[in-house]
């Protein structure tokens, strides 16, 4: 028997208990088959009500839907009784079970509902387990029209007898009126279209969420202990640049007729922090998000006849972007990282208190360009520091340097007028008549603009060290 797994397979997840059941299932013998129910059986106790077990009701996948859409769903047990092909009972059990009191619930429930005596069904129950743990995947397959039931653990070898009042009990404490699951007449009308067209998802449990830096935890460590914020790479601007990720992840699409939801399989990219989905490899990109101002929320798995699923959530404040799970541990906690590091480049959050900073500076004349990794903003976005000086500062150095230029020329005029009112030697004649040549008043000048020139480029500079 085979469970789903293929990229093109989907799973629709039972609501009470959180289990990933497939939507379809193939046999050698018995061909496609189609899921059309969920339910869960479980106790009340004084913790509240435990669930056991989720219940997937598939059958022959050939006109399913328009069968059960067309009877109504007392008549139910009526056309599976009828059906040539029959329905298998997919039981994933979601907690550990004494094989024991498994086998006694279904004695009691037999005899309480269908009036079936406790030892019609000991041929069949003696091959029960004594634990059935949690994970476990058990199918009953009945055909009441040769009253045969076929029973089977972990995909190990089948059991079948032939007894018609069983197979007849089984379907009483299942789809009848007074059945030991519940969901099931909810599920039965919305996955045969007939349902609500609003949306009647579970509550969500609020559990506190363990954060490291955009990596959360979804009710603790030793509830999600499949993954390690710790681990988590650090981007810099390089790998941020060369960072790229491809491959299938089921992502969840809430049902527009009830509380089921679906697991699609669906082609996702990550590149240079933008995530996009294509619904195949090659085919058109169906959604593309940015990953500024989220986070990644690892979930604790979700278990399945498939196996188990690793589930994480893509948010943005209290939205969630995408619902995301994988089979392959590897592969969840690969993308979990590093959808999570990309985050943290894009919000500057350092997961392991480590400062990265990513810094470009482009010079010319007129402007100063400077690539800042530690803004909030997007780091691929170059900013501009400086077109060109403030205006302040503009003004003030070339005043100074004008004003002490003024003071010196001042200085060695006055020098030379006061040689020339006194009588003194050749040597200082020739001094005074030097200062007052033009050749000295041009180089004066040409000193005065090479100062005023190396007070703009001071004016550069002050204003590069105490505006950025």
Same mark, same amino acid.
């Given at each position: 028997?085979?469970?789903?797994?293929?990229?093109?397979?989907?799973?629709?997840?039972?609501?009470?208990?959180?289990?990933?059941?497939?939507?379809?299932?193939?046999?050698?013998?018995?061909?496609?088959?189609?899921?059309?129910?969920?339910?869960?059986?479980?106790?009340?106790?004084?913790?509240?009500?435990?669930?056991?077990?989720?219940?997937?009701?598939?059958?022959?996948?050939?006109?399913? $839907?328009?069968?059960?859409?067309?009877?109504?769903?007392?008549?139910?047990?009526?056309?599976?009784?009828?059906?040539?092909?029959?329905?298998?009972?997919?039981?994933?059990?979601?907690?550990?079970?004494?094989?024991?009191?498994?086998?006694?619930?279904?004695?009691?429930?037999?005899?309480?509902?269908?009036?079936?005596?406790?030892?019609?069904?000991?041929?069949?129950?003696?091959?029960?387990?004594?634990?059935?743990?949690?994970?476990?995947?058990?199918?009953?397959?009945?055909?009441?029209?040769?009253?045969?039931?076929?029973?089977?653990? %972990?995909?190990?070898?089948?059991?079948?007898?032939?007894?018609?009042?069983?197979?007849?009990?089984?379907?009483?404490?299942?789809?009848?009126?007074?059945?030991?699951?519940?969901?099931?007449?909810?599920?039965?009308?919305?996955?045969?279209?007939?349902?609500?067209?609003?949306?009647?998802?579970?509550?969500?449990?609020?559990?506190?969420?363990?954060?490291?830096?955009?990596? %959360?935890?979804?009710?603790?460590?030793?509830?999600?202990?499949?993954?390690?914020?710790?681990?988590?790479?650090?981007?810099?601007?390089?790998?941020?640049?060369?960072?790229?990720?491809?491959?299938?992840?089921?992502?969840?699409?809430?049902?527009?007729?009830?509380?089921?939801?679906?697991?699609?399989?669906?082609?996702?990219?990550?590149?240079?922090?933008?995530?996009?989905?294509?619904?195949?490899?090659?085919?058109?990109?169906?959604?593309?998000?940015?990953?500024?101002?989220?986070?990644?929320?690892?979930?604790?798995?979700?278990?399945?006849?498939?196996?188990?699923?690793?589930?994480? $959530?893509?948010?943005?404040?209290?939205?969630?972007?995408?619902?995301?799970?994988?089979?392959?541990?590897?592969?969840?906690?690969?993308?979990?990282?590093?959808?999570?590091?990309?985050?943290?480049?894009?919000?500057?959050?350092?997961?392991?208190?480590?400062?990265?900073?990513?810094?470009?500076?482009?010079?010319?004349?007129?402007?100063?360009?400077?690539?800042?990794?530690?803004?909030?903003?997007?780091?691929?976005?170059?900013?501009?520091?400086?077109?060109?000086?403030?205006?302040?500062?503009?003004?003030?150095?070339?005043?100074?340097?004008?004003?002490?230029?003024?003071?010196?020329?001042?200085?060695?005029?006055?020098?030379?007028?006061?040689?020339?009112?006194?009588?003194?030697?050749?040597?200082?004649?020739?001094?005074?008549?030097?200062?007052?040549?033009?050749?000295?008043?041009?180089?004066?000048?040409?000193? $005065?603009?090479?100062?005023?020139?190396?007070?703009?480029?001071?004016?550069?500079?002050?204003?590069?060290?105490?505006?950025?």
């Amino acid at each position: 028997m085979y469970f789903g797994g293929n990229p093109d397979d989907s799973f629709v997840e039972e609501p009470f208990t959180g289990t990933l059941l497939p939507s379809r299932f193939s046999c050698s013998s018995q061909g496609s088959h189609a899921l059309i129910a969920t339910a869960a059986r479980g106790r009340q106790s004084d913790k509240g009500h435990v669930e056991a077990y989720a219940l997937g009701v598939y059958m022959d996948a050939s006109g399913t $839907r328009q069968r059960t859409s067309k009877l109504g769903v007392q008549d139910f047990c009526s056309m599976l009784k009828a059906s040539e092909s029959g329905a298998t009972l997919c039981l994933t059990f979601v907690k550990d079970i004494n094989g024991k009191l498994l086998a006694q619930d279904l004695k009691e429930s037999l005899e309480r509902i269908a009036s079936l005596h406790a030892t019609v069904v000991d041929e069949l129950l003696v091959h029960v387990p004594r634990v059935v743990r949690r994970g476990t995947v058990a199918c009953l397959t009945l055909r009441p029209r040769f009253g045969e039931v076929e029973m089977s653990f %972990c995909r190990s070898e089948s059991i079948c007898v032939v007894m018609p009042e069983l197979c007849c009990g089984l379907i009483e404490i299942f789809f009848g009126d007074h059945r030991i699951v519940r969901g099931l007449l909810t599920s039965l009308l919305a996955m045969s279209g007939r349902g609500s067209t609003e949306e009647r998802s579970k509550p969500a449990q609020e559990h506190p969420q363990q954060s490291s830096g955009v990596l %959360c935890l979804a009710g603790g460590t030793e509830a999600v202990s499949w993954v390690k914020p710790s681990s988590a790479p650090v981007r810099n601007g390089l790998s941020f640049t060369l960072q790229c990720l491809e491959g299938f992840l089921y992502m969840r699409r809430p049902s527009a007729r009830g509380s089921h939801s679906r697991w699609s399989s669906r082609y996702f990219e990550l590149d240079s922090g933008v995530l996009r989905y294509r619904r195949a490899k090659n085919g058109a990109v169906h959604g593309r998000t940015e990953l500024e101002s989220a986070r990644v929320v690892a979930e604790a798995p979700k278990l399945s006849p498939s196996g188990t699923f690793f589930v994480f $959530r893509v948010m943005v404040g209290s939205s969630t972007i995408y619902h995301l799970a994988s089979s392959d541990q590897h592969t969840a906690v690969e993308w979990t990282l590093t959808l999570s590091a990309a985050c943290a480049f894009f919000n500057d959050v350092q997961l392991l208190d480590e400062q990265d900073s990513l810094r470009f500076q482009r010079c010319s004349t007129s402007m100063l360009e400077v690539e800042d990794s530690t803004s909030t903003r997007d780091p691929r976005k170059k900013r501009e520091v400086l077109s060109r000086p403030s205006h302040s500062v503009r003004l003030v150095a070339p005043v100074l340097t004008t004003v002490v230029l003024a003071v010196l020329l001042a200085a060695f005029r006055g020098y030379a007028r006061f040689c020339r009112s006194r009588t003194v030697s050749r040597s200082s004649t020739s001094l005074v008549a030097l200062a007052g040549c033009p050749k000295t008043q041009a180089l004066a000048r040409l000193c $005065r603009l090479a100062f005023a020139s190396c007070g703009t480029l001071l004016s550069t500079i002050f204003t590069f060290v105490y505006l950025d």
